[in-house]
């Protein structure tokens, strides 16, 4: 019964830490006057949720704690997160935007092949962004070495990417179905998600289940301790 409630608490404080990521990722993208605040908010809640995963010995966090972090981590994207993001969105917006436009006209079987061809395009874009932002709050590198590398792990790494398109279609239909949740948890529901699939799939160096996580001795001992 201890253990249930312990376990209990744990999730609790795991809604608690995205719930104020997601307050702070509002705030903080108003604060940098949405254009200069977005990306270095996406920046600062991806390198949150990775300080919070690699804080294996501790991680009941207080929402001072989750503040204190995301705003330390957004003060130090302001600059490189919008060198990395804007072009990034402006390649997206691009793609989506040739889909929309041959989705949208008729032009035979070529269209056809064309729209097949630019969805998965998309499909692999789309992921690419989501886990180029993990690697890039997971290492100090520039922004060309961050990207090759994304690139690596989405076709290198099948089942973080599988996980990665999973888990967000999850959270889609769970927003469509519940939109409170949408204003609740906003982005930092998708970007855990993808912040929890490479840490679980990925093998990022320094960000790695198989390697931060205790091993089943030492978590029993914890527990028993408890």
Request: glycine share 6%.
């Amino acid at each position: 019964m201890k253990r249930v409630a312990v376990t209990y608490e744990y999730f609790c404080r795991i809604i608690l830490m995205i719930l104020v990521a997601h307050v702070a990722f509002i705030a903080h993208t108003l604060l940098g006057l949405v254009i200069g605040g977005f990306f270095p908010s996406v920046a600062a809640t991806y390198a949150t949720y990775r300080t919070w995963l690699i804080d294996v010995k501790d991680r009941s966090w207080t929402i001072k704690q989750t503040w204190t972090t995301f705003h330390k981590a957004w003060k130090a994207e302001l600059k490189s997160a919008n060198a990395f993001g804007w072009p990034q969105f402006a390649v997206w917006a691009l793609l989506i935007w040739e889909y929309w436009l041959v989705q949208n006209n008729d032009m035979g079987v070529a269209g056809l092949v064309v729209s097949g061809v630019l969805l998965l395009l998309n499909l692999f874009y789309g992921l690419f962004v989501f886990i180029s932002w993990a690697v890039h709050a997971n290492f100090d590198e520039s922004p060309y070495w961050t990207l090759r590398t994304s690139i690596a792990m989405v076709i290198a790494r099948p089942m973080c990417s599988l996980m990665v398109f999973l888990l967000f279609l999850v959270t889609v239909w769970a927003y469509a179905a519940w939109p409170g949740l949408l204003m609740a948890f906003g982005v930092a529901v998708p970007i855990y998600a993808t912040m929890m699939a490479v840490y679980s799939w990925g093998r990022l160096p320094g960000m790695d289940v198989h390697v931060l996580e205790p091993n089943e001795k030492d978590a029993a001992a914890a527990i028993h301790k408890q």
